[in-house]
């Protein structure tokens, strides 16, 4: 039965896409397919709040090992999988292997005391920490700045760069269409490492990358530079060199609102959340055991209806923080933001974000991770445009980012992205050369 | 024979890796070390003066091939030879094919050469030395922060030959054989992130490149007709008129060599850079020798010669990322030249001519004003910002004469006040102002649920002459290989007739000579 909700829906469908109404039965007999995926779930904020609250039993914890499916969606599958994210997730077909909840312990020295005097101020902002640490080992559910000290321990975990990382995006509509595909290759390294910087004389710079593109050929050779800062109330520093224009450009870094280059994601999106936090008031929802895609053999295949989300991987059941973003602003495209960041790791498994017009699922994000150390028996696959040896990731103790769906659900459309990361660990004077303006003034050609 | 056949196999070979490589596309990865992209490109050019009567004027045909070659790496040569603290080096060749087939469509073209190329546009060799990085070979450089308009990025000529500047400047530059150098320093005192940049081109020189024959689509003739003038009037005498051109553009010796540097950085939130650059001038000046003047019973012999004068670039750069109030990024761009040739009027004072050639320097200063700023304008676009980019250009002779002349034009040839059936003659009654300026706006967003629809508005306005010039782009990514385009160029000004020094509606927009034009673009790329 359709309900008035789906019904929208595919109202909204045939607005956005009026080639459609005059195609062939082709088209309808895919617009059928959509039907019935977007019959099922409602997607509102009101409802990931009572999907929140409403925790699943010990008893309902599938056993590692296990390959839950279709039938598995009332037990373990509606339980585990955030409500907006069902319609998505839950499908005919679907291979969902569990593994045993593990324990991640991160690199030595981590889960030491912090070196440096640090707060959180009045506006939630971290204050005098350099990294090297998680700023919050512990929190508690009562502290009225438990959101944002979760928030902080994200944004710090480690692993967040040090990397050598290839990437492959394809933007894919309903059915599986596929739109775009683009390849680029991201470079980064943390500066602030607690009691020193990676470079003498940096220490205000928390981290540098530099990404650039590889295709399609109009855009290969663009790449661009960030410079993160310590003092979060600094605005990250950007440089874009563009080939057709043989010189760099200083981009702005405050606007994060907006969809970039087709993805299905806005600069705010990136690991659940990447913006400012007093820009935003904070909740701390409590914990949730949510099924995330921790530690993953390999970068998933995709799968569903419309190839949007990981299928055949290996999920975990992790116990997640729960934490909800209110934007201030009233022109923000969101009302509400909800991020699920593993306790145990700091990662971000889940994001969803409302529209401000109605409160309904505008969009969201899943993460695909893989433990460093899993490399020692797992290897993971190779990009399509060059070979790395992801041996050296042992030894690191970290998570690496192995890609994300993100879905916009209101035109309905997904980005999904494999990236193929090797750690990599850059020498002051290397990192000074290559994480500098110098190396934007030139590219490619 | 062979020789063809192997040459045929080779090419297929290629093609063949190219086409069916399913591992990479974009930049194809032939071998580890060896990289290739490129494109094909089919673009046609209707001119519509006033709207009627569709022309085609271009049908270009370009297919360009990139390869960078990575034959040292990790202070390793051809993965054998180490090569100590060279850790890196790359060679780079970027070869360009072009065939304009409506030369050999239209009948009226006729009797004109096709414009065609076929060449290696860029070859260098990139090494990396930390803390020292250069580049050898024909390349491009610029410097600057200007968009589309010459004050610091004047290291290399343009081709404005075959569409003027509506081509991206980087496939309109003219590369040229030079070193680049340079030596990263970091942080020093209170800047941050500086460089020292240095910039030799040891012989080569180019002008920049101009068709004058009126026959070609995008020739410049002035403000007049698209004719040559082939007579001159001295009293009531009506002469044939016979130009000897003496080419004394800068020949390739040492002595002729080009260079500068700039040194820069950031300094508290600010990037900027101090740039100097001692060249010649892209532009020609013209030197009148009317001491070679002849009269030959019903022609007059005359002698000009093309000078490009050396120059003298000084300038400054600035931009700042303004996050908290206007949320954009502010350009700033400020330049003085010494040594732009100028025409000056037939007869001026000795004290403002005193060679008595037409000719002089003169200096300039330039300041660009810009702002990059990404907008809501959710009433248009609800997912998706509009880039925004404004310019505000202010140029100004430094030392000023009212003597000074613009560009020319043809008109017909008359004898008391009665013209001369068929006969042209060179006219110049343009003074230029001391004081010039230019405004341009763009905004671009996209549309579509893959972001695959592309428009993009561009608008300039020169304030004095009132000429304006509109560009209106569409661009569609049909898929990973195939970009299609349209475009509509608008010449028009607002009113009067004066003429501007800018070359858009004022020029480019007056009666049966505008040059309004569609373009339609089909790109094949890798």
Not at chain 1, 178 to 207: C, I, N, W
Not at chain 1, 387 to 416: C, W
Not at chain 2, 99 to 113: A, F, P, T
Request: hydrophobic residues 35%.
């Amino acid at each position: 039965m359709m309900t008035e909700h789906s019904r929208l829906k595919i109202n909204l469908s045939w607005r956005n896409c009026p080639l459609y109404i005059h195609a062939s039965v082709l088209a309808v007999i895919g617009l059928c397919i959509s039907i019935s995926s977007y019959a099922s779930t409602d997607q509102s904020y009101k409802t990931l709040r009572q999907w929140i609250d409403s925790h699943p039993s010990v008893a309902d914890t599938p056993t590692p090992g296990q390959h839950l499916t279709e039938k598995d969606r009332e037990k373990y599958l509606e339980p585990l999988i955030p409500q907006p994210a069902w319609e998505y997730y839950i499908f005919a077909g679907m291979d969902m292997e569990i593994g045993a909840t593990g324990h991640y312990p991160p690199p030595t020295g981590w889960d030491k005391k912090p070196i440096s005097e640090y707060k959180l101020d009045e506006r939630g902002v971290l204050v005098g920490f350099t990294g090297g640490r998680i700023p919050f080992p512990e929190i508690k559910q009562d502290d009225p700045q438990a959101a944002q000290k979760v928030t902080w321990n994200m944004l710090w975990r480690p692993g967040t760069d040090n990397y050598d990382m290839p990437m492959v995006t394809w933007l894919r509509s309903e059915n599986g269409k596929l739109d775009r595909q683009m390849e680029f290759v991201g470079v980064s390294a943390t500066y602030a490492r607690g009691d020193h910087s990676l470079v003498p004389g940096y220490e205000e710079v928390k981290s540098k990358s530099i990404m650039e593109f590889r295709s399609p050929r109009d855009m290969a050779g663009t790449k661009s530079m960030t410079i993160t800062y310590v003092d979060h109330y600094k605005e990250n520093s950007g440089w874009l060199y563009v080939p057709a224009q043989r010189k760099p450009r200083r981009t702005m870094s405050s606007e994060r609102t907006g969809e970039t280059m087709g993805m299905d994601m806005i600069g705010e999106d990136a690991l659940g959340f990447s913006g400012k936090l007093y820009e935003n008031n904070w909740t701390y929802l409590g914990k949730r055991s949510v099924l995330a895609t921790i530690n993953v053999r390999d970068n998933p295949e995709f799968g569903g209806p419309h190839l949007w989300v990981p299928h055949k991987a290996r999920w975990e059941v992790r116990e997640s923080h729960v934490v909800l973003i209110e934007p201030k602003a009233d022109n923000h495209p969101y009302s509400y933001r909800i991020v699920f960041i593993d306790a145990e790791t700091n990662w971000t498994h889940w994001m969803f974000a409302f529209d401000r017009e109605d409160d309904q699922l505008l969009r969201m994000n899943q993460h695909f991770l893989k433990y460093s150390e899993s490399y020692a028996s797992e290897m993971a696959q190779q990009a399509p445009f060059m070979k790395q040896d992801f041996s050296k990731n042992v030894g690191h103790r970290v998570f690496v980012h192995l890609g994300e769906t993100d879905i916009n659900a209101k035109k309905p459309h997904a980005t999904m992205t494999h990236c193929y990361v090797k750690k990599r660990n850059f020498s002051p004077a290397r990192a000074k050369q290559f994480y500098s303006l110098r190396n934007m003034t030139s590219g490619r050609r | 024979m062979i020789r063809q056949q192997k040459q045929a196999a080779l090419a297929g070979l290629l093609l063949g890796t190219l086409f069916f490589t399913s591992s990479s596309w974009g930049i194809v990865n032939i071998t580890d070390n060896l990289e290739l992209e490129g494109f094909v490109n089919a673009k046609n050019v209707v001119r519509a003066t006033n709207f009627s009567n569709g022309d085609l004027i271009m049908q270009r045909n370009t297919a360009q091939l990139e390869g960078k070659y990575y034959f040292l790496r990790d202070s390793t040569a051809f993965g054998r030879f180490s090569t100590g603290r060279l850790e890196e080096a790359t060679l780079t060749v970027i070869g360009r094919s072009v065939y304009d087939s409506v030369y050999d469509l239209r009948d009226s073209y006729d009797g004109l050469e096709g414009k065609s190329e076929s060449k290696i546009r860029e070859v260098f060799v990139d090494m990396v030395l930390p803390p020292f990085t250069l580049r050898l070979g024909r390349q491009q450089v610029v410097w600057g922060e200007t968009d589309n308009f010459r004050a610091l990025d004047v290291i290399n000529p343009l081709d404005l030959s075959w569409h003027w500047s509506q081509e991206p400047w980087e496939d309109i530059r003219i590369p040229l054989w030079m070193a680049r150098g340079i030596v990263d320093i970091g942080k020093i005192g209170p800047f941050e992130e500086t460089f020292v940049e240095a910039v030799w081109v040891p012989t080569d020189f180019e002008s920049n490149k101009v068709d004058t024959d009126p026959r070609y689509p995008w020739a410049f003739y002035g403000a007049g007709l698209p004719k040559v003038a082939d007579s001159v009037v001295i009293g009531d005498q009506l002469y044939d008129l016979d130009v000897t051109v003496r080419d004394l553009s800068p020949s390739r010796k040492l002595r002729n060599g080009q260079g500068g540097f700039r040194f820069k950085g950031i300094w508290g939130d600010i990037d900027f850079s101090l740039n100097y650059y001692y060249g010649f001038s892209s532009s020609p000046g013209v030197k009148v020798r009317s001491d070679l003047v002849e009269i030959d019973g019903s022609t007059l012999h005359t002698v000009v010669e093309t000078v490009n004068p050396r120059t003298h670039v000084v300038g400054l750069t600035a931009n700042y990322s303004e996050e908290r109030f206007t949320q954009s990024v502010i350009r700033l761009e400020a330049t003085v030249t010494k040594g732009i040739p100028i025409s000056i009027e037939p007869g001026a004072p000795l004290g403002i001519d005193p060679e008595q050639d037409q000719f002089d320097t003169v200096s300039q200063s330039v300041i660009m004003l810009g702002l990059d700023r990404p907008t809501w304008i959710r009433p248009l676009n609800k997912l998706r910002t509009f880039f925004i980019s404004t310019q505000f250009f202010w140029r100004r002779y430094l030392d000023y004469s009212s003597h000074y002349q613009g560009v020319s034009s043809v008109v017909p040839a008359t004898i008391g006040g009665v013209t001369v059936p068929d006969r042209f003659m060179s006219l110049n009654n343009n003074t230029p102002d001391r004081d010039e300026f230019v405004i341009t706006f763009a905004a671009s967003t996209s549309y579509g649920r893959a972001g695959r629809w592309k428009p993009t508005f561009v608008f300039a306005y020169d304030p004095r002459s009132t000429g304006a010039f509109n560009k209106l782009s569409l661009e569609y990514l049909w898929s990973k290989h195939l970009i299609f385009n349209v475009q509509q160029n608008l010449y028009w000004r607002a009113s009067g007739d004066e003429q501007g020094p800018w070359s858009i509606g004022d020029m480019f927009g007056r009666g049966d000579n505008r040059r309004n034009e569609t373009v339609f673009n089909i790109t094949f790329q890798f």
